[in-house]
Structure formats: C-alpha cells, structure tokens
C-alpha cells in the first residue's frame, strides 16, 4: 500500500478563486476518499466573500483523503485534498511540484479541452523526455529546475517572470476591486493597509484624494487671468429670509443624522390614565422640604422613568461600535431636552438615579433655568445616557424622538388633557397622556423596551408605586 509520502500522491490546494482573496469556506464536497475522479471533475464547491465558486481536480486518480470538513474557512494555498495519481495519470506541472514525475513519455491530452481553471493549462503535444545521464538528480534540485525552466519560458513570452506577475496584482477583495474600477482607481498604485497587505475600501478612497499637481516653472512670466467672482445668489428678500447653519442648530443636526442613520430606533406608544399623578403634583406643592422648589408633571415623570431604569437595568446603555461591545452604565445621567432661543439643547442631571424627589428637583429648575437663559456649558450636555422630551408643553400628543448620540432610549411625553376614560367600569372624565419610547434596537430588543415603558407608565397611573418600588 502507498502511502502520502510518495511522489503518486498529489494534493490540491486552495486556489486564489476571487483575484486576492485569501480564504474560501468549504460548502460542500462532491466526491470522498476512494473516489476515482478524473481530470476536470468538480469536487468541491467553495464560497468566497461574494459568490460561490466549483472547484475542479487537475489531475485524475482516486481520492485518498478530504483535509477539511464541510463549513470550513481555508487560506489560499491550503492543501484540501489528496488523490492517488498511481492509476490514473501523472500530474501537471503547474498542479505539484514536490517531485518530479517518472520518465515516462507524456500522453497528449485530446484536442479541444478548455482549461477549466486559470492557472491549469492543457499540453497541445506530445513529448518525450530525454532520459538522464550521469548521477541521480535530488528530486528538490529537479523540482527547482523544472520551476526555473517555467520561469524562463514565462519570460520570453511575457517579459517578465512569473514572480513579478503575482507582485504586480495586489490583494483586495471583488468589493474593493469594483469601487477601485468604478473611481478609476489603479490597485497597482494603492498603499494597502488591511492585515496580509490587503487593500481596503478606505485605502481606494484615499487614492482618490485629489494631490496637487507640481508647479512647472513657465520659461516666460505669465500673466495670472483675474479671477471669475463666484455667482451671488440671488432671491427677493421680501419672500424668503435665510439663516445660516452654525452654531447649536448645526451641532443638532450633525448629531441627528449621526443617531438617525447608525441606531435602528424602534418606538412604542402607550396612552395612560395621569389623573392620580396630578393630583399627587398639587400635593406636594404644599409639602415643605419642597417648598420654592419646581414641582410639576415632569418631575413625577423623570422620577417613574428613574425607577423604571432601575428595575430594567440594562436599557441604559451604549452601543461601543469600534470594540463591539455593550456598555452598561450603572449611574444614571438624565438629559432633559430643552429648546431654547438657539435651538434645541439637551443637557442632563448628572447621577440623577442617586437623587432624592427634593434633590431631583432643585436640578431640573436648575436645568431649565439655565437653559432659557442660555446658559448651559458644554460640559452639562455631555455624558447623557437616557434622555426625556416633553413635547406635551407645545400642545402635542406625542411624538418618536429621535436618539442623543451614544443613548439607548428616549421617552417622550405628550400634552395632558382631560378626555373620557373607562374607570372602574364606567366612562369618566379623566386626565390622560401618551408616552412614547425610543430605543436603539441593537441593544434594546422589544421585551425591555416594553418593559420599561410599561413600568413608567404604572407608576404614573399609581403613584403609590414609587413608595413600593422606588
């Protein structure tokens, strides 16, 4: 019995199927080990970054061994299987050159048979090897010389040889080749930054950075042509006013089309029963250690919401994109979005989960305060990590907020009216509002959000809830 030492045993490697690739899964085998299989059979079929590709034998002879299960990635170059040429042919040169094979004279392949495989050419004649003289050749010293003899042929007909051929295609995959020919770009002339010496989609769009061309000195001063002043737009100013974008409005919707085109949002709607809430409002207007202090809806709100968080824990967190990983965040910083006469700012009560109802207070009339008068630093809109909008003062029933850059959830609170409610069985005049929760589907799946949205919603139609769960 042979055995896979012998020279009649040949292994075909991992081909380079996508022009750079440097892996492709095994999807399935169509052949197994005692197989005959003949010049150009399929045996496998591989899948690459974008399609999936058959794989044909070069040579013939009978399967020996699979090297890689089905469902397994495998570098360019990996041997994948065995086979057994003994009875069914020598191999091609281009398939193996681990040893040289026995002189015999070479049958010619018949006539017409296209090469299935870049790389696998078919002999057009016969020939006849010339038997040796002298002492016996090292296989390792014929096999150099059989790839040098290639060499030499490659270079007559190409110019150049088979080594500077395979430097001068660079590695990228079939996405990054399309960008590259769609800009016009030459993968030749690209810097590669990706692991392996890869070229990536930003190194293509990096070629693509306009570079200044060098400055010829001209053998004659020339004259520089006066410049073409830029055309002024005009518009009657009687029926349009412009605005320039800067400031906060430009920050605002850099930030806004940053969260609304990166986290998928999902927003719920829920419609309640506030009546016990206000009247819990008008009580504790009256309650000294509150006294001078702002009490209203929102302040019962942000509470429920702070109890809600704590009771559903992971819901304030982020989304960390560059180390794919979840951040949760056990302190609790309570953006309150506020608009203001330089537009919409949103900064928040840091540590507002370790607050008492006074303290929780006393910040947010601080918060809103200081806003109207334009007075927020930069330093209270930063670190937010959940965030409430009260669209209810402008008369709105609800809205779906959009999310704070780097938040995973947002509640919004709609205007509070009186309409007709079944309670305890029968329809009465109630004061009702609807709340909707914005989240960031990543990290948030609908069970929590719900979940959350419904606590907050129970502790305003019960306020008692706060005593037991807060």
């Not at 496998?44 to 090297?67: H, N, Q, S």
């Not at 989609?201 to 010829?216: F, G, K, L, Q, S």
């Not at 609908?446 to 019960?462: C, F, M, N, P, T």
Request: contains cysteine; aromatic residues 4%.
């Amino acid at each position: 019995m042979t055995t896979m030492t012998e020279a009649s045993v040949r292994e075909f490697k991992m081909p380079d199927v996508g022009e750079g690739l440097t892996e492709a899964e095994i999807l399935k085998w169509y052949v197994q080990p005692g197989d005959t299989v003949t010049d150009g059979q399929v045996v496998c079929e591989v899948e690459t970054a974008k399609a999936a590709v058959e794989l044909p034998i070069p040579y013939d002879g009978v399967v020996r061994e699979l090297r890689f299960p089905e469902g397994t990635t495998v570098d360019v170059g990996t041997a994948i299987i065995a086979v057994d040429v003994a009875g069914g042919g020598a191999a091609p040169a281009e398939a193996s050159v681990e040893a040289p094979a026995p002189e015999t004279a070479v049958e010619k392949k018949p006539e017409g048979r296209t090469p299935v495989l870049v790389g696998y050419g078919v002999a057009t004649s016969s020939t006849k090897r010339r038997p040796r003289k002298g002492p016996e050749v090292p296989v390792q010293q014929a096999s150099a010389e059989k790839i040098q003899a290639v060499q030499a042929v490659q270079t007559e007909l190409n110019g150049h040889g088979p080594a500077a051929a395979v430097e001068s295609r660079p590695l990228a995959k079939p996405p990054v080749r399309k960008l590259a020919k769609d800009l016009g770009v030459d993968l030749a002339t690209v810097t590669p930054s990706g692991p392996d010496g890869i070229i990536t989609r930003e190194d293509v769009h990096a070629a693509v950075t306009p570079v200044p061309e060098p400055v010829v000195e001209a053998p004659e001063p020339v004259r520089a042509a006066a410049p073409v002043p830029a055309p002024v737009a005009s518009y009657d100013a009687t029926r349009e006013t412009r605005i320039p974008v800067k400031g906060v409005r430009k920050a605002t919707a850099a930030a806004m089309i940053g969260s609304a085109f990166t986290a998928p949002h999902v927003t719920e709607f829920v419609t309640v029963d506030v009546t016990r809430t206000l009247k819990l409002v008008e009580e504790l207007k009256q309650d000294k250690d509150l006294a001078g202090l702002r009490v209203n809806p929102l302040l019962l709100i942000a509470k429920a919401l702070l109890v809600a968080i704590r009771r559903n824990p992971d819901i304030n967190a982020s989304w960390d994109e560059p180390n794919q990983e979840i951040v949760l965040k056990h302190y609790v910083n309570l953006g309150i979005a506020a608009a203001t006469p330089r537009g919409l700012i949103v900064p928040n009560i840091k540590d507002a989960h370790a607050k008492t109802l006074p303290q929780l207070a006393e910040s947010l009339g601080e918060l809103v305060a200081t806003a109207r008068d334009g007075r927020t630093s930069p330093a209270a809109m930063q670190g937010g990590t959940v965030t409430i909008t009260n669209v209810g003062v402008f008369g709105v029933d609800t809205g779906t907020p959009i999310l704070p850059p780097g938040e995973a959830a947002i509640l919004a609170v709609g205007s509070i009216k009186l309409q007709p409610w079944v309670h305890k069985g029968k329809v009465k005049p109630r004061q009702v509002t609807t709340l909707a929760l914005s989240f960031d589907h990543r990290l948030v799946d609908g069970e929590l959000g719900s979940k959350v949205l419904a606590d907050v919603a129970a502790i305003l139609e019960q306020p008692k809830k706060l005593i037991t769960w807060g």
